[in-house]
């Protein structure tokens, strides 16, 4: 399945995912 999608949808998905993890860490350290 990975194999078949199109490399952009991969890297937006890492995207979304990498930065929703910085926004949980925002949340979590507001001084950081």
């Known amino acids: 399945m990975a194999g078949y999608l199109p490399f952009g949808k991969e890297l937006t998905c890492m995207l979304i995912t990498f930065f929703d993890l910085a926004w949980q860490l925002c949340i ?5």
Do not use: A, E, R
């Open 28 to 32: 979590n350290f507001p001084y950081f």
